[in-house]
């Protein structure tokens, strides 16, 4: 009898054109697997960028201050991916939609692969400006325009990429939720306006305790 049962996906490759079928695959067999990882390698990458640029831009590093933004990224990244899937969690309630937390969570971050194939792009694009700068046998003149139109390009293939994280992230959420990519986009909005309030919120209860407690004085 012939073969009959789907093919096995490669997630890293189908998310691109088959985010449906992607994330049914991955909720299926293990929708735990890759997760943190994928949420966290966005913050590392624009840390890596940011030192890049630092070091061609000739600024100060401090070890310290390296440390603490990249522990502040890793974990701000973890907690935005938990908190992100409950509150989509229970905001698709109110559209119809049944899918548990840690699908939703699959849901964010697979869909952030392209994000960070273009943040890998603006990496290589920092690279090439490193080289592009340090050749001797180029005027400086010409060494400072490539560098603009390097940075320049990988960072408008950088906006590409995210974006089309956004659609198959739409698509994703619609496909564990079961219901339609309208429903999904309100759902995702409605989520990001909750977690954008929530983090004004705690943004000014911190400043009031700051100032409250005598730290910074005018």
């Not at 390698?41 to 070091?55: E, K, T």
């Not at 974990?75 to 905001?91: C, D, E, K, P």
């Not at 690279?127 to 400086?140: D, K, N, R, V, W």
Request: some cysteine; overall charge negative; proline content about 4%.
């Amino acid at each position: 009898m012939p073969d009959t049962s789907p093919e096995q996906l490669n997630p890293w490759f189908s998310v691109w054109t088959q985010p449906r079928d992607t994330i049914q695959q991955i909720v299926e067999e293990n929708p735990e697997d890759m997760v943190l990882l994928l949420a966290v390698m966005p913050a590392l990458m624009q840390w890596l960028y940011y030192v890049g640029i630092s070091i061609l831009s000739n600024l100060p590093l401090s070890s310290m201050s390296l440390a603490i933004s990249i522990a502040a990224g890793v974990v701000l990244s973890i907690v935005f991916l938990y908190v992100n899937g409950a509150v989509t969690r229970w905001t698709g309630l109110w559209f119809g939609g049944h899918a548990r937390s840690e699908n939703i969570r699959a849901a964010i971050a697979w869909s952030m692969v392209p994000a960070i194939a273009g943040l890998s792009l603006m990496l290589l694009g920092v690279a090439l400006s490193g080289l592009t700068m340090h050749t001797e046998a180029q005027s400086a003149d010409w060494a400072s325009r490539m560098t603009s139109f390097t940075q320049t390009v990988f960072m408008s293939l950088q906006c590409v990429t995210m974006l089309w994280s956004g659609v198959i992230y739409i698509n994703m959420l619609s496909q564990v939720q079961g219901f339609s990519i309208w429903k999904a986009l309100g759902n995702a909005l409605l989520s990001f306006l909750i977690i954008g309030f929530l983090a004004a919120a705690a943004l000014v209860s911190l400043f009031i305790v700051v100032f409250e407690t005598g730290y910074f004085k005018f």
